[in-house]
């Protein structure tokens, strides 16, 4: 059943009122932080009550759903009378396998995932191909736990730095998942870690101007994300429950 528009606006304000609280402890703008609401566990009618919230900017983790449901979204925009709060734009916030990726170029605006130059070689050549660039960002395994997809740290500025070098895409910053045990204290560690390597990165000069973004925290630790630096939130279950 469809989450109402009701639940989701109380839901988003909560979420909101959040972000700003935790703004307010770190001298922070609110304005600089984007939420992606990330939609694996919920339908086509939810998502259509979220743009009435005034989301533009959605994620899931498997190409196929978000193939679909951006394809469904697209169809109920072009027929929709009220106007829409702003372009849309779909993230790929999970693991992607080199054969999906000329898919997820035709519905995505952003990958937060690319962890391999292998993956990113494959992103620049159909890019290109097609004459777009695709935003990327790295993703980092910051908690280090053999179960999660993620460059390893200490080769990240490296892969970073020949990822920006290639054509078809830009390398717009730096995602990492807190770790799965651990915690609020194992979260807050992986996030400073993130904004550590991405300080490093950006004294180099790695990504240039483009090199803008951490994609950090998700329901259970946004706001500990927030005060480590995050500009991107990949938020889900606190927008539906
Ligand atoms: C599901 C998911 C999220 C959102 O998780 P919630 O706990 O529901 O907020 C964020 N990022 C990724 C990569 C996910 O798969």
């Keep these: 059943m469809?989450?109402?528009?009701n639940r989701i606006q109380k839901n988003l304000d909560a979420v909101r009122a959040a972000i700003a609280g935790a703004c307010g402890r770190c001298g922070r703008d609110p304005n600089d932080i984007a939420i992606v609401a990330v939609t694996k566990s919920v339908e086509i009618d939810t998502i259509r009550n979220l743009v009435d919230a005034g989301i533009t900017d959605f994620g899931e983790n498997r190409v196929?759903?978000?193939?679909?449901?951006?394809?469904?979204?697209?169809?109920?925009?072009?027929?929709?009378?009220?106007?829409?709060?702003?372009p849309?734009?779909?993230?790929?916030?999970?693991?992607?396998?080199?054969?999906k990726v000329k898919k997820v170029l035709e519905f995505a605006g952003m990958i937060h995932s690319v962890d391999s130059l292998r993956l990113s070689e494959e992103v620049s050549v159909r890019a290109a191909r097609v004459g777009t660039e695709m935003d990327i960002l790295l993703q980092i395994n910051c908690s280090e736990e053999s179960q999660k997809y993620g460059c390893a740290v200490?080769?990240?500025?490296?892969?970073?730095?020949?990822?920006?070098?290639?054509?078809?895409?830009?390398?717009?910053?730096?995602?990492?998942?807190?770790?799965?045990?651990?915690g609020k204290e194992g979260a807050r560690n992986s996030f400073r870690r993130l904004r550590e390597i991405f300080d490093e990165m950006k004294k180099d000069r790695i990504g240039g101007r483009d090199f803008q973004h951490l994609s950090m925290g998700m329901t259970d630790d946004y706001e500990i994300a927030v005060e480590e630096g995050a500009t991107i939130l990949r938020i889900g279950r606190a927008l539906f429950e």
């Design 88 to 99: 849309v734009r779909w993230h790929m916030v999970g693991h992607l396998q080199r054969n």
């Design 2 to 5: 469809a989450v109402s528009l």
């Design 154 to 182: 200490g080769a990240a500025p490296h892969l970073g730095e020949m990822i920006s070098s290639l054509p078809g895409l830009r390398l717009r910053g730096l995602m990492t998942m807190g770790p799965l045990r651990g």
């Design 64 to 86: 196929r759903d978000l193939v679909a449901k951006a394809d469904d979204l697209a169809g109920y925009l072009r027929r929709r009378r009220k106007p829409v709060p702003g």
